[in-house]
């Protein structure tokens, strides 16, 4: 999917507009809510500037450079704090210390900050100086879901808004936009291979499965994108005795167990019985991009299946509920954030206390205990 596919004529000729200015340096603002994947927006806005084969001021999307950001392994970006955890001040530090270098490969160097909206305020004065004085070709695209960030950020860079996409534009039926939670990217997949989305019961050994594979993904492609820029910068000998790659070969070789049926395009046996994965990162990402949908509708179809049925779970199968809850989501509170609030979409008309469990949910922002809060959301979920 391209930019210009999204059909916002005034956000998609902003882009271009500034894009084509071609400025030594600037500092920009992407705003959008959960629904927006706010860094597609960001590397499709990087590859019309970075693109070898600029057109009319677009990019191809077929060249080595618009290859690589589509795949994470571009040199001259760099995705700081891709999982949304927070911007850490070393992240900050480390970005001020390596902003100096010259771009590796383009005539510019980005940077891609994520979550702004939970920047601290000592990692945002020290972010605030080097946007006021950034270095020669240094570009900077800061992601927040909210506008309540510190103004001083605010009033020095160029905000786009982006607006979700809605069931018309995309062509849906509500069912589909619905069960996406409207995620364009999602959706466009989905448009492409229609995969069966309609409800179906899991058993609860499979349902926690599903979950934790999904989690699992997402840190195998978050490994991923960290491998390739490693081999990228490191000799073969010093990137395969790298920690994150041997904790990313354990993350392949348990996801190829379980996704043995992928296409043509990606050798499993190769794999299975070859442990050189240095030489497969490229067939690896390619795999990743094929079992994507069916590891998301097998998570959401899970998610479905217990809110729908826990309040009809014997007290045995409640605790067991809340503990593996408690295991898999003890160490990322902002997914187990987005995994309450779909189970308040699933039940939101007949839940007695609604504003009540919202409150819950909300305070994992508070550092909470985890194993508490997820006790009480259940408790009131019924």
């Keep these: 999917m391209s930019i210009k596919d999204l059909k916002d004529t005034f956000l998609i000729d902003r882009l271009i507009n500034e894009a084509a200015k071609d400025k030594e340096s600037a500092s920009y603002l992407f705003y959008g809510d959960k629904r927006v994947d706010l860094l597609f927006y960001a590397l499709e806005f990087s590859k019309l500037f970075l693109c070898e084969n600029l057109k009319d001021n677009d990019y191809c999307g077929e060249c080595n450079v618009c290859r690589s950001i589509d795949n994470y392994t571009y040199p001259d970006i760099e995705i700081i704090n891709k999982d949304e955890q927070g911007v850490k001040i070393d992240d900050v530090r480390e970005i001020i210390l390596n902003a100096i270098e010259s771009p590796y490969k383009a005539k510019k160097k980005v940077y891609i900050l994520n979550g702004l909206e939970k920047l601290r305020k000592e990692s945002a004065n020290a972010l605030l100086k080097i946007i006021e004085e950034p270095p020669k070709n240094l570009y900077f695209i800061l992601l927040s879901k909210s506008l309540n960030i510190i103004p001083t950020i605010k009033s020095r860079v160029m905000t786009f808004v982006i607006k979700p996409l809605d069931i018309e534009t995309l062509e849906v039926e509500k069912e589909v936009y619905y069960f996406f939670d409207g995620n364009v990217k999602d959706i466009e997949l989905w448009k492409k291979e229609k ?188």
């Design 195 to 382: 995969q069966d989305i309609n409800y179906k019961q899991i058993p609860l050994e499979e349902l926690f499965r599903n979950i934790e594979i999904f989690y699992l993904y997402n840190e195998l492609t978050e490994l991923l994108m960290r491998v390739q820029m490693e081999k990228i910068f490191n000799d073969k000998k010093e990137f395969m005795n790298k920690p994150d790659f041997k904790t990313f070969k354990d993350y392949t070789k348990e996801l190829i167990e379980i996704y043995e049926d992928t296409e043509d395009s990606f050798d499993v046996e190769k794999l299975k019985n070859n442990d050189d994965f240095a030489l497969h990162l490229p067939s690896i990402n390619l795999y990743l991009k094929e079992i994507y949908l069916k590891i998301k509708i097998n998570y959401i179809q899970s998610i479905e299946t217990l809110g729908k049925n826990y309040k009809y779970y014997k007290n045995s199968e409640k605790i067991e509920v809340n503990q593996k809850i408690n295991d898999i989501f003890t160490k990322n509170k902002k997914d187990l954030k987005n995994f309450l609030d779909r189970l308040i979409f699933i039940r939101k008309n007949k839940i007695k206390n609604l504003k009540k469990i919202i409150e819950i949910k909300n305070s994992i922002d508070n550092n909470v205990n985890i194993r508490a809060l997820i006790s009480n959301f259940f408790m009131f979920y019924e």
